[in-house]
């Protein structure tokens, strides 16, 4: 009897139906070594005045070459990230290396731009995120002015009290801020005027049924009025088209980010762009 039962946890373990269980775990702990093996590195996206294509900005991106798998998405492996922590040490590498490139630029004689950065609800409840922050900023040279952080209205909304905080604290600091992928998340209107903005990024699924989604049209219309009213300013994720940027324009959205512009792109082809521009 035990042997029969020893034999069928044993299945229970082999069994195809563990293989996402080993898969992750297999992830996480390559991901967990990610950094020290230098297999992390930013790429760096365009944000663009749509009026003009001018470059006034870039917003940092996280990427993830492993030795055998190759690329592996953001999508794959920062919602690990962040239900491990391993979003702390990683997240507070993107800051550093960052701000670290915008300085080199700026250094370098480039026209000067925002540099944004994207903080995952995990780093928002960290203790020590603020002097963490002002360490990038002091250890790169940084002017806060420069540094943007992109934050999403979930992540706001897990703790409004201390989100409202850390808000001020980096507004005192002239650190922007920006809510990413807005209108997607969970999030009262009544909460924003409460939060000391800079920004808000339409989300690229708005963004993409312009114009002939009569539904896009609206939301995005509505968030520009809303944006306009709050004195906040605006930049639309994901443009791919001309027509995209038209009605962006004319619906009165200044910023714009997107493959229509630039994919993002390693720091030696975006330095490249920006002397260009
Ligand atoms: P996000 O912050 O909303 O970033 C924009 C995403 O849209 C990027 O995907 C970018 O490559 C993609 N994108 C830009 N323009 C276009 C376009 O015209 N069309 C389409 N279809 N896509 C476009 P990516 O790099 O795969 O990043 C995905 C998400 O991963 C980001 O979404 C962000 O939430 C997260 N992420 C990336 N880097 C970091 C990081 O350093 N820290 C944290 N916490 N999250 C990060
Ligand atoms: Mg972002
Ligand atoms: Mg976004
Ligand atoms: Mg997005």
Redo the contacts with the bound molecule.
Sequence with gaps: HAKRAGRGSCQFFSADMNAPFAARLWLENQLSQALERGELH??Y?PQVELRSGRIVGA????RWTHPQRGAI???DF?PLA?ETGL?LPI?EW?LREACRQAATWRAAGLPPLMMA????AR?LRSANLLERIDAALQASGLPPEQLEL?LTETSLMDDAEAARELLGALRARGIGVAI??FGTGYSSLAYLKRFPLARL?ID?SFVCGLPDDGNDVAITRAIVALAHSLGLELIA????SAAQREWLLALGCGGG????FA??LSAEAFAHRLAAD
């Excluded at 917003?59 to 996280?62: K, S, Y």
């Excluded at 950065?117 to 995952?120: G, I």
């Excluded at 980010?257 to 229509?260: T, V």
Aim: charged residues 30%; without cysteine.
């Design positions: 930013l790429a996206q917003e940092a991106l996280l998405a953001p999508a920062i962040e979003i997240g993107v950065v994207n903080l995952s780093q992109e990413d992928d990024k690229r994720e994901g443009v791919e980010q997107g493959y229509l994919r993002p």
